[in-house]
T-cell receptor, first 115, second 117 residues
Framework: KAGVTQTPRYLIKTRGQQVTLSCSPISGHRSVSWYQQTPGQGLQFLFEYFSETQRNKGNFPGRFSGRQFSNSRSEMNVSTLELGDSALYLC??????????????FGPGTRLTVL | AQSVAQPEDQVNVAEGNPLTVKCTYSVSGNPYLFWYVQYPNRGLQFLLKYITGDNLVKGSYGFEAEFNKSQTSFHLKKPSALVSDSALYFCAVRAAYSGAGSYQLTFGKGTKLSVIP
């Protein structure tokens, strides 16, 4: 079974631009979560989607948004980029069937550099 | 609010020796606990998890972890370290209930493990 895939793997943008990152979950997984990883703040939760609905959101400004499509693929968007948005953005997927706890499996990440 | 502490930024161990990477947690109610490993320029790779039951959990690549409820700890262990185990290790916690706020993992800052040949 193919793992979680993220595109693009690397991205360079300038301040003020916007960016869209894409995540394809493991086949059959319905939950997709996004995390930001930086040397200073570590791994921080951005948001989680299940069946096209955002169920959980972390403590990030409104410039960070996401969505999930009917095939469970997800995108996250960052508008008006700031230097501090430079980070590794990780996507994770899990089954999240009713009443069960499923492991989150992570993709390789998208390395975003803001100049 | 839930939190995870990994008190050691770096752990050095000689190849063949046992290793321990420490983790303590704080969460309302029962915890779900996880260990992940990250190699350079890679995503996180799942090692093992504790949900309920046996306090000693066995995972991938010979790793195991011991859940201690009274000490709120979930230390990662391996009897004999390999050079290839050198990587960044993350402990994570998730609340054991359904509903808003329960779907996220809260991670520790990570511990860099260096296994010396």
């Amino acid at each position: 079974k193919a793992g979680v895939t993220q595109t693009p793997r690397y991205l360079i943008k300038t301040r003020g631009q916007q960016v869209t990152l894409s995540c394809s979950p493991i086949s059959g997984h319905r939950s997709v979560s996004w995390y930001q990883q930086t040397p200073g703040q570590g791994l921080q939760f951005l948001f989680e989607y299940f069946s096209e609905t955002q169920r959980n959101k972390g403590n990030f400004p409104g410039r960070f948004s996401g969505r999930q499509f009917s095939n469970s693929r997800s995108e996250m968007n960052v508008s008006t980029l700031e230097l501090g948005d430079s980070a590794l953005y990780l996507c994770a997927s899990s089954l999240e069937t009713s009443g069960s706890l499923d492991t989150q499996y992570f993709g390789p990440g998208t390395r975003l550099t803001v100049l | 609010a839930q939190s995870v502490a990994q008190p050691e930024d770096q752990v050095n161990v000689a190849e063949g020796n046992p290793l321990t990477v420490k983790c303590t947690y704080s969460v309302s109610g029962n915890p779900y606990l996880f260990w992940y490993v990250q190699y350079p320029n890679r995503g996180l790779q799942f090692l093992l998890k504790y949900i309920t039951g046996d306090n000693l959990v066995k995972g991938s690549y010979g790793f195991e972890a011991e859940f201690n409820k009274s000490q709120t700890s979930f230390h990662l262990k391996k009897p004999s370290a390999l050079v290839s185990d050198s990587a960044l290790y993350f402990c994570a916690v998730r609340a054991a209930y359904s509903g808003a706020g329960s779907y996220q993992l809260t991670f520790g800052k990570g511990t860099k493990l260096s296994v010396i040949p």
